[in-house]
Nanobody, 130 residues
Framework: QVQLVESGGGVAHVGGSLRLACTAS????????VGWFRQVPGKGREGITS??????????AYADSVKDRFHVSLNDARTTMYLHMTQLTYTDSGNYFC?????????????????????WGKGTQVEVSQ
């Protein structure tokens, strides 16, 4: 069964760090683009970062709100994606989801969350407090 499972969420202090993990089962990330999204109550999912590999090159993208503070990486087996979050602020609080789709289906933008082209995890909650 193809699925993604997030872990590592919890409570962190302002200025602190957390590392989230997104583990795939039933597939690997070798030919996929994978990303982290954040959602707060009443708002849609905000793209935080994405990572993909092609032709021996690795590509990253970060939202301006997390650039230079968050770092995305993959394990050697390409079954787990990590999000290392540092210098946390209150606005980093939210439910963090990971998503994956085949690179051949990706046209530069993530489709609607309801798209059958995307596999989503169930999310992990992050709360940043004083």
């Amino acid at each position: 069964q193809v699925q993604l499972v997030e872990s590592g969420g919890g409570v962190a202090h302002v200025g602190g760090s957390l590392r989230l993990a997104c583990t795939a089962s039933g597939f690997t990330f070798h030919t996929h683009i994978v990303g982290w999204f954040r959602q707060v109550p009443g708002k849609g999912r905000e793209g935080i970062t994405s990572i993909s590999e092609s032709g021996g090159h690795r590509f990253h993208a970060y939202a301006d709100s997390v650039k230079d503070r968050f770092h995305v990486s993959l394990n050697d087996a390409r079954t787990t994606m990590y999000l290392h979050m540092t210098q946390l602020t209150y606005t980093d609080s939210g439910n963090y989801f990971c998503a994956s789709m085949d690179q051949s289906d990706f046209n530069g933008e993530w489709p609607d969350p309801s798209s059958a082209l995307v596999t989503w995890g169930k999310g992990t909650q992050v709360e940043v407090s004083q």
